[in-house]
């Protein structure tokens, strides 16, 4: 034979088209980013996890060649007939409806399908959110990685790189080692010493045949056999060798609560609340770089506060004046009732668009200096608005002076504008 | 008689792959397949995916809609909505046969004998593969393409080069010869040449568009000299050759293009011819396995279930209908011609006086030999495989308000059913015929092509698409007429596209 020949390909790179399928992605850029904007106002902001399906029209995607179009006259074969004969004549199915016999260019059109669907990883999926929000690439990466791990020391192990020799540990098995090995032969030669020690001390005889010479002679060739038997021992071996052994730990992992707070009364619109999203899921993804457990309180308000599910936060309507202050009441009871500051970290975003009643801003700048501040880790406002400031952005710029380390504040127009909020916050925990 | 199978169980190695090959290839042997050398690469599913979206170029340049092809794959493998072929076979020498990891000995043996034996000597023996495809150079000249492509793409940037590929693929299926005999292709003087070539084809081209016009291109009667003189098929070629304004690795890159068109052109011509063979020897070969007692039931039983279900032909009025199954034709054509051969009937006799008790073996790669689908199906397709598929004509007119069933299966219609099947495999019927007709030399330089309609069919909604990827590579207006010529009359445009599109076009 000979003329055949296998060969085991498996281990080769699997992504020879890696390339082609990136490119295909910059070329549909527009596509996806608006299927992934959508697909953001529709997700949970917890929900990060996975990639996206993105549909493309085929019209956009069609590479177009010289085709037959409809219309003329076509005789064409198929199988499989039943009850025909030469000379039937069929009705045509009324315009428009599709062709059951597999008429006409059924086939040269494409497959039929109006949109093109595939799918894009996780990762994918946050390079596109990313992009619209201007983060730096360091912080992608760092939001990206989903669990950070640290090395801990974790014992001793009998493999490893010469690096990692723990020379104590070592010496300390060879020691013993020794000790095992050589025990036998040194007691040996102590009874062995002592003998000859008694022997040695008794008075010498001329006459060679009471002599004790033969005897001492034998001794101590007994002894120096037995010496360079423990002289054979290795000082060090393989057997001996310790290695420091490391291993991997997720780090760390307490809990932490985010505080979702934010006005739904009548001057917020819907752009609003989208910003007001992309900003909770940034803070949240941040959160979950940082703690396994995180529990997200979602609180909106008007004149009245309310603790809601996260549908409603976004979607529901309301209309009315605003009180902001009901919202930090609210926030504050929560957290004394269920989440003390002493067992979890908190966290809080509080977006608005600056609206609040007057007389009501003082108050807040009470409650959370007093009672809230003193007790997060870090406490964030967006205000999104093109238009001026208002009493109660006055109000907590005062507060930005008095907690530098856990307050920021941001005036926030379109979505590129979050990143500075996190900025501050990243810089922070950096340190 | 007692059986000793090479194998028994399921499972696949790399001993057991030797020893089906070497057996099969004893069998192939004693059927007279003339194959090349066999390399048979064990890949994984994903590879096999990626094997795909390449459309069969085990080396190909990077492009966006090859990504595309790639998404669509693995999405549909991922949903279950496909199975991945068994296997992809490539036409070069050594000729180059992908395993999938996840295949059972079975299905490793079947797919060993279908494409390592089967399609290899189709490739080896086929008339058209011989004439248009170098298997030995193709491996070589892909990769000189693909450096080639990527070395442009530094020089000019990514998008410069990709639309540029964009517009060579939207006519890569007239880039062809269909009657000239190319020269053969190979890497080695593809470099050597290259950079002399394009210094050669600049003059060329200046030469053409040179300004100052010669008295003697004047013809005695006044009449301007048509440039071409000919009508072109070869719309790539004659783009490289001629246009005016594209640079020397335009020039190159269309050539690729052309180069891989002109590579696959006897696939998409032997379609039913090439599976039909790889069928009929797998089918063959895996039989005579049996009968030799060196494979068991079982694995008889498993072979016979995915042969089944790859010949299976869903008749016109089923949802899973989507034309004729080219392994099912092919198959059952091969069998027929043996059986033609080896127990004719009377009506064999009176259809292929010639075949009809012949040795089968000897009529069988004879047809392989020599034949396209067209006239493959025009020279062998059989009275009684007309009537196992029950094949019948269905005539649409868009002037009539009827359908009209022309043939059927029956003693008038064999002639007209297989004239027009065979006529469905031409790839000039299945494609519109266009021709590059004129160049305004002198004028504005727009270049005018010609369609000329079969059966009054039109162009497709494409076409204004595809004339935006001419103009780019032409440089100039692009007109395309739909003509009809009829002796004794004037030719006549029916219809008309341009790019830029006119302005001025009147109301219908």
Not at chain 1, 2 to 20: F, P, Y
Not at chain 1, 260 to 269: I, R
Not at chain 2, 118 to 131: A, V
Request: net charge negative.
């Amino acid at each position: 034979m000979g003329a055949t020949h296998v060969i085991d390909r498996r281990l080769n790179g699997k992504n020879k088209s890696a390339v082609n399928r990136e490119r295909f992605l910059k070329r549909y850029r527009q596509h996806i980013k608006k299927a992934v904007s959508d697909a953001i106002d529709k997700r949970s902001i917890t929900d990060i996890e996975r990639g996206e399906s993105v549909s493309i029209p085929t019209k956009d995607i069609v590479e177009p060649t010289f085709r037959h179009g409809k219309g003329g006259k076509r005789e064409d074969i198929h199988p499989g007939n039943k009850e025909f004969i030469a000379g039937d004549i069929l009705p045509k199915p009324p315009s428009g409806a599709g062709s059951g016999s597999g008429q006409g260019d059924a086939s040269d059109s494409g497959e039929g399908m109006d949109e093109f669907v595939f799918n894009i990883s996780q990762e994918e999926f946050l390079d596109f959110m990313f992009e619209d929000l201007e983060l730096p690439n360091l912080i992608k990466k760092q939001l990206k990685d989903t669990i950070s791990y640290k090395y801990v020391r974790a014992g001793f192990a009998n493999k490893g790189t010469p690096a990692k020799i723990n020379i104590v540990r070592s010496l300390k098995g060879a020691y013993a080692r020794r000790i095992a090995l050589t025990g036998k032969s040194k007691n040996e030669i102590k009874q062995l010493e002592k003998k000859l020690e008694v022997l040695k001390a008794e008075p010498e005889v001329k006459d060679p045949a009471f002599s004790n010479n033969d005897l001492i002679k034998n001794l101590e060739d007994q002894i120096q056999k037995l010496k360079d038997r423990i002289k054979k021992i290795p000082w060090i071996d393989d057997f001996d060798l310790k290695f420091n052994q490391h291993i991997k730990q997720p780090v760390p992992s307490t809990s932490a609560v985010m505080f979702c707070l934010m006005d739904v009364s009548g001057s917020m619109s819907q752009m609003h609340k989208d910003i007001a999203k992309r900003f909770f899921i940034l803070l949240y993804m941040f959160l979950r770089r940082n703690y396994k457990k995180i529990d997200v309180v979602f609180i909106r308000h008007h004149t009245s506060a309310k603790e809601v599910d996260e549908e409603e936060f976004f979607y529901s309507r309301e209309t009315g004046g605003t009180i902001v202050s009901s919202a930090l009441k609210l926030m504050q009871e929560v957290m004394e009732q269920r989440y003390p500051a002493s067992d979890w970290n908190i966290y809080a975003a509080q977006a608005s668009d600056g609206d609040n009643w007057n007389d009501d801003s003082p108050l807040c700048g009470k409650i959370l200096s007093e009672k809230i501040l003193p007790q997060v880790q870090y406490y964030s406002y967006i205000e999104i608005t093109p238009h001026e400031h208002q009493m109660l952005w006055h109000e907590y710029d005062k507060l930005s002076g008095q907690f530098p380390d856990s307050f920021a504040m941001q005036q926030i127009v379109d979505t590129g504008d979050i990143y500075p909020v996190f900025r501050d916050l990243f810089q922070r925990k950096k340190a | 008689m007692s059986r000793k199978p090479i194998s028994t169980g399921s499972e696949w190695t790399f001993e057991l792959i030797d020893k089906y090959d070497v057996e099969i290839s004893k069998i192939a042997k004693e059927f007279k397949l003339d194959t090349y050398p066999n390399q048979i690469e064990v890949i994984s599913a994903e590879q096999m995916m990626d094997a795909y979206s390449s459309v069969g170029m085990p080396v190909g340049y990077h492009h966006w809609s090859f990504g595309k092809q790639f998404l669509n794959t693995s999405k549909r493998y991922k949903r279950g909505q496909m199975g991945l072929a068994y296997e992809i076979v490539i036409n070069s020498d050594p000729c180059i046969a992908y395993l999938m990891e996840e295949n059972t000995i079975t299905m490793q043996a079947l797919v060993i004998a279908h494409a390592a034996y089967g399609h290899n000597s189709f490739f080896k023996g086929n008339y058209l593969f011989k004439t248009w495809t170098d298997a030995s150079a193709i491996i070589d000249y892909l990769l000189f393409a693909r450096n080639y492509i990527s070395k442009c793409e530094e020089r000019h940037g990514l998008e410069t080069v990709e639309k540029f590929l964009d517009s060579c693929h939207a006519i890569m299926n007239h880039g062809v010869d269909r009657y000239k005999r190319p020269p053969p292709i190979s890497a080695e003087e593809e470099k050597n040449r290259q950079a002399k070539r394009e210094e050669y084809q600049q003059q060329q081209v200046n030469e053409l568009w040179r300004t100052i016009p010669l008295k003697q291109e004047e013809e005695p009667n006044g009449k301007q000299q048509r440039f071409p003189e000919e009508p072109q098929e070869n719309l790539l070629y004659f783009i490289e050759k001629n246009a005016p304004l594209l640079e020397p690795w335009q020039r190159e890159v269309i050539r690729i293009v052309r180069k891989i068109a002109q590579y696959f052109y006897p696939q998409r011509q032997t379609q039913v011819m090439n599976e039909g063979w790889a069928t009929f020897w797998h089918y063959t070969i895996l039989n005579r396995l049996y009968d030799k007692g060196l494979v068991t039931d079982g694995f008889m039983i498993e072979f016979l279930q995915s042969h089944t279900a790859v010949i299976y032909q869903p008749p016109f009025d089923s949802p899973w209908y989507s034309g004729i199954n080219p392994y099912t034709l092919g198959f059952a054509m091969y069998q027929d011609i043996r059986r033609i051969c080896e127990n004719p009937t009377e009506e064999d006799k009176q259809w292929f006086p010639d075949i009809a008790g012949s040795n089968w073996l000897k009529t069988i790669h004879f047809a392989m030999e020599n034949f396209k689908d067209e006239s493959f199906i025009l020279q062998f397709l059989s009275p009684k495989v007309m009537r196992d598929l029950k094949l019948f004509s269905i005539m649409d007119d868009d002037m009539e308000n009827e359908y009209h069933i022309t043939a059927i299966h029956d003693e008038k219609g064999y002639k007209t059913v297989r004239e027009l099947l065979a006529r469905q495999y031409n790839l000039s019927y299945k494609e519109p015929n266009i021709q590059v007709w004129n160049v305004d030399v002198r004028g504005d330089r727009s270049l005018t092509l010609r369609h000329i309609p079969v059966d009054r069919v039109p162009m497709g909604s494409d076409t204004e698409a595809v004339l935006k990827h001419l103009h780019r590579l032409w440089g100039f207006d692009i007109h395309l007429e739909s003509v009809i010529c009829e002796k004794g009359t004037k030719d006549k445009v029916v219809d008309d596209f341009h790019c830029p599109p006119h302005a001025s076009e009147p109301l219908p």
